[in-house]
């Protein structure tokens, strides 16, 4: 799309949209123009959001998730279970996990996982920083709760091997079963055969 | 989506981005963590450009097309032809008219068709201002480019019934026909027929 754009700022404001992942050039061009029909603060509200964010927004020392200040609210929680990991891959991942308000201990994001096809080693995942602080003693548990995928399971079974030293720390995964809502006629095979081996008492699930 | 957000930053530049139109909260939480991802210049680059467009960028006086001047570069080339005006909805479709680099004219903005449905009435469309520039003298043709629906087509005899006091103005509309690369098949009744109607010579489209 070779446009002639009446407006430099308007080709500079689509340019920068257009790199937005999932944005292309005539989506990015939409959204521009809409800024620009739409409110005088509605523009001004956005682009400052966006500049305010990328300034104040850091990633917690600790756990790095993200966070406005050096240890975030979750590790700074004295409340939370400071004994328990659970080790995710991504941000988005932590959110996931507090809104089923299931899980009352820290975090520690890896950033990813083991993918050496995408020419993603150990060393760009924040898995130092884990060992770390299971090396540094007080944690009962860590549990890897990483896709169930064949990156995230090589993955588990690497962070499994890097955390072997410690073997008074227990090592868990997240259950493997059929997705609530699916129906057995959908549910693949090597799935099926885990919820089977990992059933469990019908009676714990009326409890819940 | 109830989401604990760790940050408010992230959170408010969550709430404007999925303000946009096709952009649901889960997008946007996507385009937010790629931001916060990114080289830290994406989001100052992206906030600013955004910032800077709606403070820069406003309407030509004259054709209500996008400009950073009072006028805009097409009104004010004075190698356009200033005695032909190309009616278009939107300034989209004067870029669009622009790209296919057969229009030496210029343009009028309407913002919209006619659509009684939507609420939007003649009041809500730069339609006075066009009579006005009609009536000021100098016009020898008006174009009438909108879409070719229901609206479209309203708006058209509209407008046509508006600029009747002038009668040395000639109003043409776009060509109704088969559009270029579409089967015979998939087209419409109503298209072949006004394409049968608006024949034009064979030898005409070899000497394009």
């Known amino acids: 799309m070779s446009q002639e754009f009446a407006s430099h700022l308007l080709e500079d404001a689509v340019s920068q949209l257009s790199r937005l992942p999932g944005i292309g050039r005539k989506t ?3 959204l521009a123009l809409h800024i620009l029909r739409a409110d005088g603060s509605v523009g001004e509200r956005l682009g400052q959001s966006i500049i305010d964010m990328r300034k104040g927004v850091r990633y917690c020392r600790c756990c790095h998730n993200i966070s406005e200040t050096e240890i975030c609210p979750i590790c700074a929680d004295p409340r939370r279970d ?6 995710v891959e991504t941000v988005k991942d932590v959110m996931s996990f507090e809104n089923t308000g299931q899980y ?3 975090y520690h994001v890896l950033g990813g996982v083991i993918a050496p096809m995408e020419g993603i080693g150990p060393d760009q995942l924040e898995i130092t920083s ?6 540094a003693g007080d944690i009962d548990e860590v549990i890897l709760a990483l896709s169930a995928t064949m990156d995230g399971e ?18 868990t995964q997240l259950a493997r079963g059929v997705s609530v809502g699916n129906e057995i006629e959908y549910t693949d095979e090597i799935t099926l055969g885990r919820s089977l081996l990992n059933r469990t008492l019908f009676a714990d699930s009326i409890k819940r």
């Open 82 to 87: 400071a004994r328990t990991i659970c080790v």
């Open 104 to 106: 009352a201990g820290r």
């Open 130 to 135: 884990l060992v770390e602080r299971v090396a």
């Open 28 to 30: 990015a061009l939409r």
């Open 154 to 171: 090589t993955t588990n079974y690497y962070l499994y091997r890097r955390l072997a030293p410690y073997p008074e720390v227990k090592i």
